[in-house]
């Protein structure tokens, strides 16, 4: 409604061909600094525990959820929707 067509499908493509790649790396692989069963603790590794994520889920709500919210920043409110005529 508020994005044009080719914006939308530049959006697509570098959020399934360059972002969703590392984060998926960052948690699911063995050396990932988020994974839980990461063995390196050079590598800044976050807490003790690491991150389990059951089914995929939280990777991909988590990239979804931080895109569209980095997306609705960049466009903004919609001009004269909320505010007076």
């Known amino acids: ?6 914006g939308y499908i530049i959006v697509s493509i570098v959020m ?3 972002i ?3 984060v998926v790396h960052w948690v699911w692989s063995g050396a990932g600094w988020l994974s839980a069963f990461c063995d390196t603790t050079s590598f800044g ?12 889920s939280g990777v991909v709500h988590l990239t979804g959820g931080v895109g569209a919210f980095v997306g ?5 409110p919609r001009r004269g929707r ?3 005529p």
Not at 1 to 6: F, H, L, P, S
Not at 46 to 56: E, L, P, S, W
């Open 20 to 22: 969703y790649p590392v």
């Open 72 to 76: 609705a920043l960049i466009i903004g």
């Open 1 to 6: 409604e508020r994005c044009t067509v080719k």
């Open 45 to 56: 590794r976050v807490g003790t525990h690491g991150m389990i994520d059951f089914a995929g």
């Open 82 to 84: 909320f505010g007076p």
């Open 16 to 18: 399934t061909a360059l």
